[in-house]
Nanobody
Framework: QVQLVESGGGSVQAGGSLRLSCTSS????????MGWFRQAPGKEREGVAF???????AYADSVKGRFTISKDNTKNTLYLQMNSLKPEDTAMYYC???????????????????????WGKGTLVTISS
């Protein structure tokens, strides 16, 4: 059974930092396209950052320079380091996997919603002003 489990969400003040983790079990996705998405209340889900199997990364314009996606293949874990957080970053954050080494068009238009093959259940991030 494939599982993606996110952790690390919480409530912080604007300007603070959080690091989200996504651990996979049941299979390893180190060589596949992995991404972070978020969905704010009343809004559509959007892509935040992607990392391809070879490690190439892409970010939504809204988080460039503030968020960093990374992975630790030895731990089967995907990370999202979030710095300089803003109230508009408040959302449920999801990790997802596409069974492909490349992320394709997701690397060009990051902030759209995309079909992925596996999803976690999400972790809530709340940023207060």
């Amino acid at each position: 059974q494939v599982q993606l489990v996110e952790s690390g969400g919480g409530s912080v003040q604007a300007g603070g930092s959080l690091r989200l983790s996504c651990t996979s079990s049941g299979s390893t996705y180190n060589n596949y396209c992995m991404g972070w998405f978020r969905q704010a209340p009343g809004k559509e889900r959007e892509g935040v950052a992607f990392i391809e199997g070879a490690g190439v990364k892409a970010y939504a314009d809204s988080v460039k320079g503030r968020f960093t996606i990374s992975k630790d293949n030895t731990k089967n874990t995907l990370y999202l380091q979030m710095n300089s957080l803003k109230p508009e970053d408040t959302a449920m954050y999801y990790c997802a996997v596409r069974v492909s080494r490349l992320c394709g068009y997701s690397m060009v238009e990051v902030s759209r919603d995309y079909d992925m093959d596996y999803w976690g259940k999400g972790t809530l991030v709340t940023i207060s002003s």
